[in-house]
């Protein structure tokens, strides 16, 4: 373990049942010798009695020079076909009524700095147990500090001994199991060595028969695979999910964290004693993830010193840290086993390090020989290691295979134990974070695509920046050339839906670029634009595994130097393969570094043109500008502008020309493009008028039922104008005269708000909502930080209550640190929901109105009048639920999506990741940054959950409100079967969009006896062809009434639904987590971020 200093040596311990049952063979425990002499000490490695170790030797004393370090090896592969040795390490035993079979595996660390440091850890396996064939032991010690591996010995030695002796006196089990582990840690303290500031965590597990009992002091970590029935699988896999047999004792538990800072104990991050960091306690928000980027975990330490820094709040040994309330009294579960459970994994906390528990799962059911699992799972764990950092832990398992197990019989457990089912699997969330592995394999990662949201015409015109890139620079190609690009992408999803002659454009704005061997075409780490076909030479994309690693660009390294290779582009006559494809759809850090083997030409497309490209029809960034200063258009938003745009059609006018004579009805709009008219009038006091280019007339026909021309209208010369009617505008957008009425709301609205910003004092709340009750707070001092709900870079969700609100009172506070949505470059989407909160004036209990916003120094904070407990993926939690849990909250969906729709938004939210859930477990959608009003148009930013992009999105020819509905059946076919039609595992964003991009709903396979209503509907939903899914409409008020109406939702009361007036099937839950967050204690700042100094013109709305 990296938690506190290490030692200079270790020994592995185990035992187990020889052949005969009555027989055991042990090994006696290696004397320990004082620690000032240890250095003196020869290697001894214990090992099994009459065969050979069943695990690869660890390196053990500094005194054994021949045995070097390992050095870091290749990404392993794990291998299928079983081997001789294998099977001779594994071993067998009866218990009760199954088979057991198990095996181990303990590797050294990899430690650059100290080459002949010691495996802290130790194992021990006997089976025969106590003199019993009905029981088995088996547990993993985990040593850290100077004295470590001395320290795993002794437990490893003497916990057994301690739980033998316990049992002999009769005592039942699981005070037999507490008294032997404080024993233990007792003798410790009494024993020769030092054990100040050093010690080991202890994860065992008893068998009983048919019963288990795991003991756990620490952060390594027992899990068992139970196969799950209900949810379908891929041919010839068994579906088998992780469930915790432990759970991690850190400070990332809230309640370990009141426990020992009731002894003293302070509570802090390695940065934030250094004062790198602000002092909070927000560790615990993303565990939903199993995900930690950082690797600094908050520690304990001693209130007047900087010591001893331990990540786990419960071990045997450390003295020091006893007294801060780090006891080693265990937690111990009790469960019998059942047919469904199919092996125990048993490991030091270094496998779970860079590891997620199901991650280990489906490592280890690969394999039915349970020697081939342990090794595969430890090589797997210790090259994550190496991905990640310049050195690894050491990795100890122990995998127990189970085979015909019959159900046990239920039994009441002993009060203080922890039982597998409910309370369990809520606390599974505590566990300490995974480091290093990204998102897409926990908590799903959101795009963003800060950057493709420049290139919506829509946002281009508000930005007021230059047009899209013209391509008359374009290189041209001869016809061979044009014929064998074409050839070469059209094999990929982001070209073959393109029509021939987008193809056309695409290939005539392909750059030629030369390489010589040794140039460099894209580094690691480093966001790309950029695609890329090779037309001739050869290209190694490299990978460093250590991203932590920098290699300067400034020199002339070797190729070596960017990694190992995991990927050759060559050309052929029959070969020109691509690389780059992701950078088409959003900037993303590249994957590799690609070099030059020999010289070589490729065809380069960068992003911007080849999105242009797909949105390009006719050139009308100038005509939605000139039509946005018009004052009567001027209430439509920029999206409703674009539609009004691209409804105009062109009318062309011949010289002298009469285009309106005066006194007739005007049938429309004009919008001069080109020429020159001319305006008279038969009154003497009108000035003939000249109108050129982007100059207008007929506007207050779009208005008024019948508009009378008092000019008449001639052409002076060859003359072409944009023309619309008002029912075709109306068609497009809605009828003019409700949009200004809207707007005038909306205005009037943003003016209050507005006037209450000025004249708000620093903490106060700005309100939105109209709420009137006098128990709402103020000011942001009149509430406090109850718990933390989750939490993401720049997003934090908490729940508080109000001040000596009796009964009382609490709220969701939302919660953005400024310089974090500067560092991900998202102010526009705040600022964007801050308008759409705004302008949804209108009530709706799904999506909740915003009450009030306070920007103070650091932060902007959103208060809302509900309850949230957590994120829907919180709650789902990759299990598969039945057809009455899809149909409540795919309704409540339904209900929300009608709601935004009806105001032209589309919410690209409707995922379980921004879903939220309150304490009656009912829906919120709270998160309203990813959300954009495109009216009945269409807008290109790419952004959203990468499982739930629609097709649509990814193929970048722009997406409607009919991307919500592709999203809403990801979301049923998810909550069905704990999975997306999408869910990969290992596979990167790329292979995922490409599986979305090429589906068919006949693709999917379904849980037996789902009904033909639900498997319906979701096809449905998930039709590739916007056009053709449930839910589309051209008239958007009306579109979710199709899906209202489908079978699967018959007997629904859509208004009790929109209400919530039913009880929630995850009510039971929610209350549960609700009551744990109300009784947290916390002790968090209000703000989140440091004081923010940069540039404010973002914030002028705030």
């Given at each position: 373990?990296?938690?506190?200093?290490?030692?200079?040596?270790?020994?592995?311990?185990?035992?187990?049942?020889?052949?005969?049952?009555?027989?055991?063979?042990?090994?006696?425990?290696?004397?320990?010798?004082?620690?000032?002499?240890?250095?003196?000490?020869?290697?001894?490695?214990?090992?099994?009695?009459?065969?050979?170790?069943?695990?690869?030797?660890?390196?053990?004393?500094?005194?054994?020079?021949?045995?070097?370090?390992?050095?870091?090896?290749?990404?392993?592969?794990?291998?299928?076909?079983?081997?001789?040795?294998?099977?001779?390490?594994?071993?067998?035993?009866?218990?009760?009524?199954?088979?057991?079979?198990?095996?181990?595996?303990?590797?050294?660390?990899?430690?650059?700095?100290?080459?002949?440091?010691?495996?802290?850890?130790?194992?021990?396996?006997?089976?025969?147990?106590?003199?019993?064939?009905?029981?088995?032991?088996?547990?993993?010690?985990?040593?850290?500090?100077?004295?470590?591996?001395?320290?795993?010995?002794?437990?490893?030695?003497?916990?057994?001994?301690?739980?033998?002796?316990?049992?002999?006196?009769?005592?039942?089990?699981?005070?037999?199991?507490?008294?032997?582990?404080?024993?233990?840690?007792?003798?410790?303290?009494?024993?020769?060595?030092?054990?100040?500031?050093?010690?080991?965590?202890?994860?065992?597990?008893?068998?009983?028969?048919?019963?288990?009992?795991?003991?756990?002091?620490?952060?390594?970590?027992?899990?068992?695979?139970?196969?799950?029935?209900?949810?379908?699988?891929?041919?010839?896999?068994?579906?088998?999910?992780?469930?915790?047999?432990?759970?991690?004792?850190?400070?990332?538990?809230?309640?370990?964290?009141?426990?020992?800072?009731?002894?003293?104990?302070?509570?802090?991050?390695?940065?934030?004693?250094?004062?790198?960091?602000?002092?909070?306690?927000?560790?615990?928000?993303?565990?939903?993830?199993?995900?930690?980027?950082?690797?600094?975990?908050?520690?304990?330490?001693?209130?007047?010193?900087?010591?001893?820094?331990?990540?786990?709040?419960?071990?045997?040994?450390?003295?020091?840290?006893?007294?801060?309330?780090?006891?080693?009294?265990?937690?111990?579960?009790?469960?019998?086993?059942?047919?469904?459970?199919?092996?125990?994994?048993?490991?030091?906390?270094?496998?779970?390090?860079?590891?997620?528990?199901?991650?280990?799962?489906?490592?280890?059911?690969?394999?039915?020989?349970?020697?081939?699992?342990?090794?595969?799972?430890?090589?797997?764990?210790?090259?994550?290691?190496?991905?990640?950092?310049?050195?690894?832990?050491?990795?100890?398992?122990?995998?127990?295979?189970?085979?015909?197990?019959?159900?046990?019989?239920?039994?009441?457990?002993?009060?203080?134990?922890?039982?597998?089912?409910?309370?369990?699997?809520?606390?599974?969330?505590?566990?300490?974070?995974?480091?290093?592995?990204?998102?897409?394999?926990?908590?799903?990662?959101?795009?963003?695509?800060?950057?493709?949201?420049?290139?919506?015409?829509?946002?281009?015109?508000?930005?007021?920046?230059?047009?899209?890139?013209?391509?008359?620079?374009?290189?041209?190609?001869?016809?061979?050339?044009?014929?064998?690009?074409?050839?070469?992408?059209?094999?990929?999803?982001?070209?073959?839906?393109?029509?021939?002659?987008?193809?056309?454009?695409?290939?005539?704005?392909?750059?030629?670029?030369?390489?010589?061997?040794?140039?460099?075409?894209?580094?690691?780490?480093?966001?790309?634009?950029?695609?890329?076909?090779?037309?001739?030479?050869?290209?190694?994309?490299?990978?460093?595994?250590?991203?932590?690693?920098?290699?300067?660009?400034?020199?002339?390294?070797?190729p070596e130097a960017y990694g190992e290779v995991v990927q050759v582009y060559k050309a052929s006559d029959d070969s020109h393969p691509t690389f780059g494809e992701l950078a088409l759809i959003y900037p993303k850090p590249r994957v590799n570094t690609v070099i030059t083997k020999e010289k070589g030409t490729l065809w380069a497309l960068d992003r911007i043109a080849f999105r242009s490209i797909l949105m390009r029809g006719r050139p009308l960034r100038d005509v939605v500008r000139r039509l946005r200063q018009i004052s009567l258009l001027r209430p439509l938003t920029v999206a409703q502008t674009n539609l009004v745009a691209e409804e105009m059609r062109t009318v062309v006018f011949e010289p002298n020309q009469v285009v309106l004579h005066e006194g007739m009805a005007?049938?429309?709009?004009?919008?001069?493009?080109?020429?020159?008219?001319?305006?008279?009038?038969?009154?003497?006091?009108?000035?003939?008028?000249?109108?050129?280019?982007?100059?207008?007339?007929?506007?207050?026909?779009?208005?008024?039922?019948?508009?009378?021309?008092?000019?008449?209208?001639?052409?002076?010369?060859?003359?072409?104008?944009?023309?619309?009617?008002?029912?075709?505008?109306?068609?497009?957008?809605?009828?003019?005269?409700?949009?200004?009425?809207?707007?005038?709301?909306?205005?009037?609205?943003?003016?209050?708000?507005?006037?209450?910003?000025?004249?708000?004092?620093?903490?106060?709340?700005?309100?939105?909502?109209?709420?009137?009750?006098?128990?709402?707070?103020?000011?942001?001092?009149?509430?406090?930080?109850?718990?933390?709900?989750?939490?993401?870079?720049?997003?934090?969700?908490?729940?508080?209550?109000?001040?000596?609100?009796?009964?009382?009172?609490?709220?969701?506070?939302?919660?953005?640190?400024?310089?974090?949505?500067?560092?991900?470059?998202?102010?526009?989407?705040?600022?964007?929901?801050?308008?759409?909160?705004?302008?949804?004036?209108?009530?709706?209990?799904?999506?909740?109105?915003?009450?009030?916003?306070?920007?103070?120094?650091?932060?902007?904070?959103?208060?809302?009048?509900?309850?949230?407990?957590?994120?829907?993926?919180?709650?789902?939690?990759?299990?598969?639920?039945?057809?009455?849990?899809?149909?409540?909250?795919?309704?409540?969906?339904?209900?929300?999506?009608?709601?935004?729709?009806?105001?032209?938004?589309?919410?690209?939210?409707?995922?379980?990741?921004?879903?939220?859930?309150?304490?009656?477990?009912?829906?919120?959608?709270?998160?309203?940054?990813?959300?954009?009003?495109?009216?009945?148009?269409?807008?290109?930013?790419?952004?959203?959950?990468?499982?739930?992009?629609?097709?649509?999105?990814?193929?970048?020819?722009?997406?409607?409100?009919?991307?919500?509905?592709?999203?809403?059946?990801?979301?049923?076919?998810e909550m069905l079967t704990g999975a997306t039609p999408f869910t990969r595992e290992n596979e990167n964003d790329l292979e995922i969009l490409n599986d979305i991009a090429s589906f068919r709903p006949d693709q999917l396979s379904w849980p037996e006896n789902t009904s033909t209503e639900l498997k319906d509907i979701i096809e449905r939903l998930l039709s590739p062809d916007p056009a053709q899914r449930l839910g589309y409409s051209e008239v958007r008020a009306g579109a979710c009434e199709p899906i209202k109406k489908h079978a699967f939702f018959a007997g629904t009361s859509w208004e009790a639904t929109k209400m919530g007036s039913f009880s929630a099937p995850l009510e039971p839950e929610a209350a549960s987590e609700f009551k744990q967050i109300a009784a947290s204690?916390?002790?968090?700042?209000?703000?989140?971020?440091?004081?923010?100094?940069?540039?404010?013109?973002?914030?002028?709305?705030?």
């Amino acid at each position: 373990m990296g938690n506190c200093c290490s030692s200079e040596a270790s020994a592995v311990v185990a035992r187990r049942s020889g052949a005969d049952k009555d027989e055991v063979h042990s090994v006696p425990f290696a004397a320990l010798p004082s620690p000032h002499k240890y250095a003196e000490t020869e290697d001894t490695e214990p090992r099994i009695k009459d065969e050979e170790p069943a695990s690869s030797p660890s390196p053990s004393s500094p005194s054994s020079p021949s045995q070097a370090p390992e050095e870091p090896e290749d990404d392993f592969v794990p291998q299928h076909r079983p081997s001789n040795k294998h099977l001779e390490n594994t071993h067998h035993v009866k218990i009760g009524d199954y088979n057991l079979r198990y095996s181990y595996y303990s590797k050294r660390g990899y430690y650059p700095e100290a080459r002949k440091k010691a495996n802290q850890d130790s194992y021990y396996c006997e089976t025969h147990f106590a003199g019993d064939d009905q029981k088995a032991f088996f547990a993993v010690f985990d040593g850290h500090g100077q004295y470590g591996d001395i320290c795993s010995q002794f437990a490893a030695e003497q916990l057994p001994e301690n739980i033998i002796k316990n049992l002999e006196e009769n005592m039942s089990t699981l005070p037999a199991l507490t008294r032997a582990h404080v024993q233990t840690n007792r003798a410790m303290h009494e024993a020769s060595f030092d054990d100040s500031m050093s010690g080991t965590t202890s994860i065992s597990v008893l068998f009983c028969g048919n019963e288990i009992h795991v003991s756990n002091v620490g952060d390594s970590r027992a899990i068992i695979a139970q196969e799950n029935l209900k949810a379908s699988t891929r041919a010839g896999e068994a579906n088998l999910v992780a469930k915790p047999l432990s759970i991690d004792q850190t400070p990332f538990r809230k309640d370990e964290r009141v426990r020992v800072k009731k002894c003293g104990a302070r509570i802090l991050t390695v940065d934030q004693v250094e004062g790198l960091e602000p002092i909070h306690e927000n560790w615990g928000l993303s565990l939903g993830d199993e995900i930690d980027e950082n690797g600094d975990p908050p520690r304990i330490w001693h209130p007047y010193g900087q010591y001893p820094g331990t990540a786990f709040t419960r071990s045997i040994g450390d003295l020091v840290s006893e007294e801060l309330g780090v006891t080693a009294e265990p937690e111990i579960l009790c469960k019998g086993l059942n047919p469904h459970d199919k092996f125990i994994i048993i490991a030091s906390d270094g496998v779970f390090e860079f590891l997620t528990s199901q991650n280990v799962v489906d490592i280890v059911k690969q394999y039915e020989n349970p020697s081939e699992a342990c090794h595969a799972l430890v090589e797997e764990a210790y090259n994550r290691w190496l991905q990640f950092e310049v050195r690894t832990d050491d990795i100890t398992a122990i995998c127990i295979f189970l085979d015909g197990v019959t159900p046990a019989k239920e039994r009441d457990g002993p009060r203080g134990s922890i039982y597998v089912g409910g309370e369990v699997l809520d606390l599974q969330s505590m566990q300490r974070p995974v480091r290093g592995i990204t998102k897409n394999h926990a908590r799903r990662n959101t795009i963003v695509g800060t950057d493709a949201i420049r290139l919506s015409l829509a946002e281009a015109f508000m930005d007021d920046e230059p047009g899209l890139p013209d391509l008359v620079d374009a290189e041209g190609k001869s016809e061979e050339e044009e014929q064998w690009i074409k050839k070469a992408v059209q094999g990929s999803f982001l070209f073959n839906h393109l029509s021939d002659q987008k193809i056309h454009e695409v290939i005539s704005v392909l750059k030629k670029l030369e390489f010589n061997a040794g140039d460099i075409v894209m580094r690691q780490g480093v966001p790309g634009d950029t695609f890329y076909l090779v037309e001739t030479g050869e290209f190694e994309a490299r990978h460093v595994k250590d991203e932590t690693r920098e290699v300067s660009p400034e020199h002339d390294l070797s190729p070596e130097a960017y990694g190992e290779v995991v990927q050759v582009y060559k050309a052929s006559d029959d070969s020109h393969p691509t690389f780059g494809e992701l950078a088409l759809i959003y900037p993303k850090p590249r994957v590799n570094t690609v070099i030059t083997k020999e010289k070589g030409t490729l065809w380069a497309l960068d992003r911007i043109a080849f999105r242009s490209i797909l949105m390009r029809g006719r050139p009308l960034r100038d005509v939605v500008r000139r039509l946005r200063q018009i004052s009567l258009l001027r209430p439509l938003t920029v999206a409703q502008t674009n539609l009004v745009a691209e409804e105009m059609r062109t009318v062309v006018f011949e010289p002298n020309q009469v285009v309106l004579h005066e006194g007739m009805a005007e049938p429309g709009f004009f919008l001069i493009t080109s020429g020159r008219i001319e305006s008279t009038s038969k009154m003497d006091n009108v000035v003939p008028l000249e109108l050129k280019t982007f100059d207008y007339f007929g506007e207050i026909a779009l208005v008024r039922r019948r508009s009378i021309s008092q000019r008449t209208i001639r052409a002076i010369e060859r003359t072409e104008c944009l023309f619309i009617r008002k029912d075709a505008l109306e068609l497009a957008v809605g009828k003019l005269s409700s949009i200004l009425e809207k707007d005038k709301l909306r205005r009037a609205r943003k003016t209050r708000i507005s006037e209450a910003r000025k004249e708000a004092k620093a903490n106060t709340f700005v309100q939105f909502d109209n709420e009137t009750k006098t128990e709402m707070p103020k000011s942001i001092n009149d509430v406090e930080v109850v718990g933390s709900v989750m939490c993401d870079p720049t997003n934090t969700v908490r729940l508080v209550e109000v001040k000596g609100s009796s009964p009382s009172v609490y709220l969701t506070l939302r919660s953005v640190s400024k310089q974090a949505i500067v560092d991900a470059g998202m102010q526009k989407h705040v600022s964007g929901e801050r308008d759409i909160y705004v302008s949804l004036y209108e009530k709706n209990a799904i999506v909740p109105q915003l009450f009030g916003m306070n920007s103070n120094d650091s932060d902007i904070h959103m208060l809302y009048n509900t309850q949230i407990v957590g994120t829907l993926e919180s709650f789902l939690d990759g299990e598969p639920h039945g057809e009455s849990f899809v149909r409540y909250y795919a309704a409540q969906i339904v209900m929300a999506l009608e709601f935004m729709h009806s105001e032209g938004v589309v919410s690209r939210t409707v995922d379980p990741t921004n879903l939220m859930v309150d304490r009656s477990g009912n829906l919120r959608m709270i998160n309203l940054r990813l959300s954009k009003y495109v009216g009945r148009g269409r807008t290109y930013t790419v952004c959203g959950t990468p499982e739930y992009l629609a097709p649509e999105q990814i193929t970048g020819e722009g997406h409607n409100i009919a991307a919500d509905y592709w999203a809403l059946g990801v979301l049923m076919y998810e909550m069905l079967t704990g999975a997306t039609p999408f869910t990969r595992e290992n596979e990167n964003d790329l292979e995922i969009l490409n599986d979305i991009a090429s589906f068919r709903p006949d693709q999917l396979s379904w849980p037996e006896n789902t009904s033909t209503e639900l498997k319906d509907i979701i096809e449905r939903l998930l039709s590739p062809d916007p056009a053709q899914r449930l839910g589309y409409s051209e008239v958007r008020a009306g579109a979710c009434e199709p899906i209202k109406k489908h079978a699967f939702f018959a007997g629904t009361s859509w208004e009790a639904t929109k209400m919530g007036s039913f009880s929630a099937p995850l009510e039971p839950e929610a209350a549960s987590e609700f009551k744990q967050i109300a009784a947290s204690g916390s002790q968090e700042d209000m703000n989140i971020g440091s004081v923010y100094t940069g540039d404010a013109d973002w914030l002028a709305g705030f």
